[in-house]
């Protein structure tokens, strides 16, 4: 392999003051630094006194445009991005609102929910914002999430380099986790929905347990799916079920609705407002896909701004989920389950449609979770494998498959298991990690007046440890109830 070439590029003092010199390792193909930054291969080593000096002439023009230099061949449109972010965001997660809003009360569940949704949105904000600022800095074009963190480091203040490594590690493995734990919970949805219809109509009682078992098969089939192109027709049709389903529930929540003054407006408690968060932000958070729906746009400036597409697809999100965690809870009161489906009355027809179209709908979409889960590791041991590649990467399939059935037969209850998941991993991924990636790319330019960035992401991340430790601690005692409580005779 041939040796990485440096070009150097130097501006002229008289086209542009307070010009800095860029040090950028190239590779010698002329690829993308981002496809090479986390091997280790290329460095890229920026760091202008005046960041704008760098990319800007005298004139205003930009001297290097990631987003006009950007070549992709099917790039989307803003409403094709708006789509996908709503896609994303309106998962399986609003199935488990009302019972969040059960944690928290009505007034409170409301309140909350619009904190979560500012907080997730911001989050999101600041990392796209902090890529745009690294791909000036990098003269590359597209950045992942993983890629984002690591060059944000690697190009940071001197005690933060080192880190690069560790950051995107630790990228990696929470978006692992929490696609995994993501495909598990699905499991336990898609049996538990096929379990009421089937002992509704056979009275035979079995065990939740073996409903979930027995979707190992169904499921290793759809992980089997060769790639996201197969998948694609999978993903429509999951979002055509979801969507029917969707009408259905709210149509029942409606019917014969109590007054909102007979149910709790705030239900403070420690051991109930640290689930509602934790589940809140498990239903809302979509920051896994937020870089590459970004990476993927005609025009990824629109993206940002006060009208721009993560603004309006999140304000929309929220709105949904609220009219669907109000009007569950309200309807049902304490007797709401953690899947708002499970609510719905067995004797209608169109209330069994709905618990087999989500259960379907979900069973379609597990595949694109647990792609992401595949990406990641196999891109982690393929080097291991090259005999036989194809042998191996459908071993690993169906073992990642087995571990989400067995995950979920362990802990077969849904709403802690949502928040566990929540609090574990959204909470780094989706608040922690974007909070630092601001201040270290910020770190020595931008930090603003007072360094109010500093203090404004130091209040972010003891929000996201507060919903880490707390959400963990509260969800781990629901699963702990399984094994100790007595048995009923």
Known sequence: MSTPSRATATRDSNSMPQATELDVFLPPDGSNIKDNIHSGKYKVNVKPKDPEA????????????????????????????????????????????????????????????????????????ILVKCAHELYYRTRVTAMSFADVGEVAFANGPPWARKFSKFARQTILVSLFLTYFGTCSVYTVIVGNNFQQVIEHHTQISLDQRVYIAALLLPLILLGWVPNLKYLAPVSMIANLFMAVGLGITIYYLVQDIPDASTLPQFNASLNTIPQFFSIVIFAMEAIGVVMPLENNMKSPRHFLGLGGVLNQGMAGVTLIYILLG??????????????????LPLDEIPAQSVKILIALAVYCTYGLQFYVCLEIGWNGIKNTFTKRPVVSEYAMRTFLVILTIVLAVAVPTISPFISLIGALCFSILGLIVPAFIEVITFWDHGLGHYRWRLWKNVLVSIFGLMALVFGSYTSIKEIAKLYTDTPKS
Do not use: Q, W
Not at 326 to 343: V, W
């Open 54 to 125: 760098a990319y800007v002439n005298h004139d205003g023009k930009d001297s290097f445009d990631p987003f006009r230099e950007r070549k992709l061949d099917h790039p989307t449109t803003d409403c094709d991005t708006l789509t996908h972010l709503l896609k994303a965001s309106l998962g399986t997660g609003i199935l488990a609102m009302p019972d969040a809003f059960k944690n928290a009360g009505l007034t409170a569940g409301v309140i909350g929910t619009v904190l979560v949704a500012i907080i997730c949105t911001h989050c999101a904000y």
């Open 326 to 343: 109000f009007l569950g809870y309200l309807k049902y009161g304490d007797k709401t389950e953690g899947s708002i489906t499970l609510n």
